[in-house]
């Protein structure tokens, strides 16, 4: 985006216009262009995926009436919300209630500038990209905390309670795990972290060390806590808080909350695949600059989605947690392991500076072998169902 802005200015497009102003209406533009294009039907459609990924977990159909196998279910979904009632309840505070949901969504929505869809498909590559993210998802707090306290409800204000006491402290084995990555690829820009790593599985800092590795599941787990996933739901857990924070809203605001959390799916899978997986490293295969760019773009965004799809698998699988285990979850057994990996990952970066190949490729076929250990257990599961239960014909 910075080069394209820096070329029109060169080429006299914007006569007189200070460069500053020109860089924040392309900024917008483009922030304009990813909501509108990108991410409102991103956070739809995976609300219609999950839902049937669900179904056929539990042996059932899902959503299956409005379009072709149901596809358009989330676009009926949103215009009714659009036009259902929006109630404020009388007791609550007006203004944070009706502000909550807004705080929110711009704390999901300006993760997207520093995510890199590809080598020149960033809206702003900053030089403390990965400080940003963790400082702007730090208002999804803010907001869902205001919206329990605002909306003068005990049910929300416990499940706001909760899930400041969640995400705050999940963010430190989660912080601690992107530290790890950091301190290998030394540089906190996230154009500069993927390119730290190459195209091949074991040139990926998932595989640079025993210390990453770990991390990354770390990273993984604590971001479902933080996005307030299952088996982490517990601030809007409706067997105990009705619907927790967002118990009294209704109409478009009740969505904003559930269209950031899908939404907050694909920015999980998006860092890891940053952060871990290469980004969209490509083979050498064109030299075309725009087949370039849409395969670096396909890569991306099949490795991020890949993720998106194993958190909705987890939320079929695990039953949620007490409040207790989740919190002892995290300070007793994360936080240190998170510890543990980086400073492991600092005491390797002092043995070997310039990395260790032999320890990646084993690491590499390590994570091979978990990979088929589990399918094989997969495996296993669907042969030894019960037919009757798992393969009938739907009725």
Known sequence: MQQLVDQLIQEGNFPGVPREIVYAGAMILAAFAVLSFFVAPLAGVTSWLERRVWARMQSRVGPNRVGPQGILQWLADGIKNLLKEDIIPAAADKWLFSLAPYVVFVGFLATFVVIPFGSQLIVADLNIGILYLLAVTSLVVVGILMAGWASNNKWSLLGGMRSAAQIVSYEIPAG????????????????????????????????????TFGAFFLYFTAALAEGNRTPFDIPEAESELVAGYVTEYSGMRFLFFFFAEWGNLYVIGAIATTLFLGGWQVPPVTDHPVLLAILQFVVFFVKAYFW????????????????????????????????VCLLGTAGWMVLFPRGNRLASVGMFLVGVAILLQFAKRVRYQIRHARPELYWKPYI
């Open 176 to 211: 601690l795990a992107v530290l790890t990555i950091i301190f290998a690829a030394g540089t906190m820009s996230m154009q500069g972290i993927i390119k730290a790593q190459g195209w091949a599985p074991w040139d990926w800092l998932l595989f640079y060390n025993p210390f």
């Open 308 to 339: 998106v799809f194993v958190a909705m698998w987890v939320r079929g699988t695990l039953p949620r947690v007490r409040v207790d285990q989740l919190m002892s979850l995290c300070w007793k057994y994360m936080v240190p392991l998170s510890f």
